[in-house]
C-alpha cells in the first residue's frame, strides 16, 4: 500500500518537478558523499599529520643526542696528547664540558618527548627509547663526574715533569678504555637502532597519510557512482512521460544538423514543459549560427591558455625536482660526515689499543730478550762442566749412569744451544712487529713531524704481511720495493699510514679477486705483484707510486672511485669509504694529490703527491 501511494504521488507530478526531485536526490546524494569523504580524509589526514611530526621530532631529539655523545667522546680523547699544553687542555675541556651540558639537556628533553606521545600507538613504539633511557639513566653523570675526578687529579700534578705527564696521560688513556667509557660509547651504537627505526615510523606515517587521502577519495568516487545510478533511474521513469513529444522534436533537431538547414522551427502543440522546449529549441536554432562562431572563438583562446599552463607546470616541476635533489645531496652529505665521524673514533681507538699493546709487549719481550744472552752463557758453561766430567770421569756411579741415560744427556746436549738460538730469534722476530706496530700508529704525535715515509711503508707491509705470505691456494704475493733517496716529511704519521694501509689492503683486495678464475700454477707462473716506488718530484714534492697487475678498473669504476660509499666489493667485504679517507688525507689534511690510473686487463696504479713541508693553517 506504501509503495502503490509513493507510485501514484511521483506520477502526479509535472516532469519539471520529477526531472528537479530526481537531481535533487542525486546532488545531496553525492554533496553528502563529498562532505563526509572529506571529513574523514581531513580527520586521518591531521592525526597522520601529528603522527609524522612527532616521529621527525623522534628523530631530531636522537641525531642531536647521538651527536652530542660522539663529540664528547671525540674531545676527550684529544685531552691525552694536550696534556703537555696547559691552555689547549683547558680549552678542549671547556669544549668537552659544554657537550656534557647539551647531553644533559637533551636526555631530559627525550624524556619528557616520551611523556608526552600523542597517540597509544606512539607510547608503543617509545618503548626502545624508554628502555633505553632507563639502561644508561646514570651513565651520562657518572662518565661527567669520573671524568671531573681525573682532570682534578691532572690539574694537581706537575706537568712540567715528564713523568707526571706521562702518569697524566695514563689516566686519561685508562678512563678511555675503562668499562664506564665503553658503556657511554653504547648509547651511540644502541642510537643507530633507534633512529633507523624512527626513520621508518617516518616513513609508515607518511604512508598513512597517502592512504587517509586515499580513503577520501574512494567515497566521494562512491557517491558520484550512487548519483550517476539514481540519475539513470530517473532518466527511465521519466522518459515514458515526455519520450513521443521529445521524438518529434528530435526529428526537427536531426534534419537541422544533417541538413545544416537553421531555418526550420518544432511544431509547438502543448503549453508545458515540452511547449517550453520546443521554443527554446526553436531560439537555439536561430542562436546556432552565432554561437558557432564564438565556440570558434572559444576554442582558439582555449589553445592559447592550455599552452600557458603547460609552460608554467613544466617550470613548477622543474622546480620541485631541483629542490628534490638539493635534499638527495644534503642527506648524502649527512651520511657521509656520520661515517666519517664513526670511522675516525675506531681509528682513533684502533691507534691507541695498538701503541698500548705495543707498549705491554715490549717489556717483557726485552726482558726476555736481555736474559737470553746469560742464559746462552750459563747453559754453555754447564754443558762445559759436564764435559769435563765426562771426561774426568768415564765411569760414573751406577745411579748417575741410569740418570743420564732416562734424561738423554747426548740429546740435551746438542739440542740446549739449538732451543736458545731459536728462542733468540723468536724475540727478535717480536721485537721487529712492536716497533712496526708502534711506527704504524704513531698515536702519539698529534702535530705535524717530520719521518720516514719509507719507515712508515715498511711497518704497514708488516702489518699486512699475514694476507701477503703464501696460502694453500696460492704463492706469496711478491712486493718490489723501489725507493728513491727521500728527506723527512713533515706528515701526521698516523693519518699518511692509514692511507698507505687502505691502498695497500685495496691492492691485496684486487690480486685475490684477479686469482679466482686462476689456478695455482698459473699464478705461479705470472706472479702477484705489488710495486712500491718513491721518488722527488721537485725541490718541494714527494711522489709514492703503489702498483699492482691485477685486472684493473674500467673507467666508469674510476670515476665514482673516490665517492663516499662506492664500493664494487660483495656485501660484508667493503663499505666504500677507504679510499674517500685516504683522498681526504692526502687532499685535505696534506695539500696533497691522490691519483689513479688503471688499464683492465693490466693492473691499477695509486699516486701519492706530498709537499716536503706543510705550511701553517693548510691542513684541517
Not at 621527525?56 to 663529540?71: A, D, F, T, W, Y
Not at 688513556?173 to 617516518?202: K, P
Request: overall charge negative; aromatic content about 6%.
Amino acid at each position: 500500500m506504501v509503495h502503490q501511494s509513493l507510485r501514484q504521488r511521483l506520477s502526479s507530478l509535472r516532469v519539471g518537478q520529477k526531472i528537479g526531485l530526481g537531481y535533487t536526490l542525486a546532488l545531496s546524494i553525492a554533496v553528502c558523499g563529498t562532505i563526509a569523504g572529506f571529513g574523514v580524509g581531513d580527520r586521518y589526514q591531521q592525526e597522520t599529520e601529528e603522527g609524522e611530526q612527532h616521529a621527525r621530532n623522534e628523530v631530531e631529539l636522537l641525531h642531536r643526542l647521538q651527536s652530542r655523545v660522539l663529540q664528547t667522546r671525540t674531545h676527550q680523547q684529544q685531552l691525552i696528547p694536550l696534556v703537555r699544553d696547559q691552555k689547549k687542555f683547558q680549552h678542549e675541556y671547556a669544549h668537552l664540558l659544554k657537550h656534557e651540558t647539551e647531553i644533559h639537556a637533551i636526555w631530559a628533553e627525550l624524556k619528557a618527548f616520551v611523556a608526552k606521545s600523542p597517540t597509544l600507538q606512539a607510547a608503543v613504539r617509545h618503548a626502545t627509547i624508554t628502555a633505553l633511557l632507563q639502561t644508561y639513566d646514570d651513565v651520562p653523570k657518572l662518565y661527567s663526574q669520573e671524568l671531573e675526578r681525573r682532570v682534578e687529579r691532572i690539574r694537581s700534578l706537575n706537568l712540567a715533569s715528564p713523568t707526571d705527564v706521562e702518569q697524566a696521560q695514563a689516566l686519561m688513556l685508562e678512563f678511555t678504555n675503562s668499562d664506564l667509557a665503553l658503556e657511554f660509547d653504547g648509547i651511540s651504537d644502541d642510537l643507530v637502532g633507534l633512529i633507523d627505526q624512527a626513520y621508518q615510523e617516518l616513513e609508515v606515517a607518511t604512508r598513512l597519510d597517502q592512504q587517509a587521502s586515499e580513503v577520501a577519495e574512494k567515497v566521494v568516487v562512491a557517491s558520484i557512482g550512487l548519483s550517476v545510478a539514481i540519475a539513470i533511474l530517473l532518466a527511465v521513469l521519466t522518459s515514458r512521460a515526455i519520450a513521443q513529444p521529445i521524438q518529434a522534436l528530435t526529428r526537427v533537431a536531426r534534419r537541422s544538423t544533417e541538413e545544416s538547414n537553421f531555418e526550420l522551427q518544432a511544431t509547438i502543440e502543448q503549453d508545458d514543459e515540452i511547449g517550453t522546449l520546443a521554443n527554446a529549441f526553436n531560439q537555439l536554432i536561430r542562436a546556432v549560427q552565432q554561437l558557432l562562431q564564438q565556440q570558434k572563438t572559444a576554442n582558439e583562446q582555449l589553445e592559447n591558455y592550455s599552452q600557458t599552463l603547460e609552460s608554467q607546470v613544466e617550470v613548477r616541476t622543474q622546480e620541485l625536482s631541483d629542490k628534490n635533489t638539493q635534499l638527495q645531496q644534503l642527506l648524502e652529505e649527512l651520511q657521509r660526515t656520520q661515517v666519517q665521524m664513526v670511522q675516525s673514533e675506531k681509528m682513533s681507538a684502533l691507534g691507541q689499543m695498538v701503541a698500548g699493546v705495543a707498549h705491554e709487549i715490549n717489556n717483557p719481550v726485552n726482558f726476555i730478550h736481555g736474559n737470553l744472552n746469560h742464559v746462552q752463557e750459563y747453559a754453555h758453561n754447564l754443558l762445559g762442566l759436564v764435559q769435563l766430567y765426562q771426561n774426568y770421569y768415564p765411569d760414573p756411579a751406577p745411579e748417575i749412569q741410569a740418570e743420564a741415560e732416562d734424561i738423554d744427556m747426548e740429546f740435551i746436549q746438542t739440542d740446549l744451544p739449538k732451543i736458545l738460538d731459536s728462542m733468540k730469534l723468536g724475540t727478535d722476530r717480536i721485537r721487529q712487529i712492536v716497533l712496526s706496530l708502534r711506527n704504524f700508529s704513531r698515536m702519539d704525535e698529534a702535530d705535524f713531524k717530520a719521518v720516514d715515509l719509507h719507515e712508515g711503508i715498511d711497518s704497514t707491509l708488516l702489518i699486512l704481511q699475514h694476507r701477503l705470505k703464501d696460502k694453500p691456494e696460492r704463492p706469496a704475493i711478491q712486493v718490489i720495493r723501489d725507493y728513491g733517496n727521500l728527506p723527512l716529511i713533515e706528515c701526521y704519521p698516523g693519518q699518511i699510514n692509514q692511507a698507505f694501509m687502505n691502498i695497500l689492503a685495496n691492492a691485496i683486495d684486487a690480486l685475490e679477486e684477479a686469482n679466482v678464475q686462476r689456478t695455482y700454477q698459473e699464478i705461479q707462473e705470472n706472479p702477484n705483484l705489488i710495486t712500491i716506488r718513491t721518488a722527488m718530484i721537485d725541490s718541494k714534492w714527494v711522489k709514492i707510486a703503489i702498483s699492482d697487475n691485477g685486472r684493473g678498473m674500467p673507467e666508469s669504476v674510476q670515476k665514482r672511485l673516490f665517492d663516499p660509499f662506492f664500493t664494487t666489493k660483495s656485501v660484508g667485504k667493503g663499505t666504500g669509504m677507504g679510499l674517500p679517507i685516504s683522498y681526504q688525507i692526502v687532499t685535505e689534511k696534506h695539500g696533497g694529490k691522490l691519483d689513479c690510473f688503471s688499464i683492465p686487463g693490466q693492473g691499477t696504479e695509486f699516486v701519492l703527491q706530498i709537499p716536503f713541508q706543510q705550511q701553517k693553517g693548510d691542513a684541517v
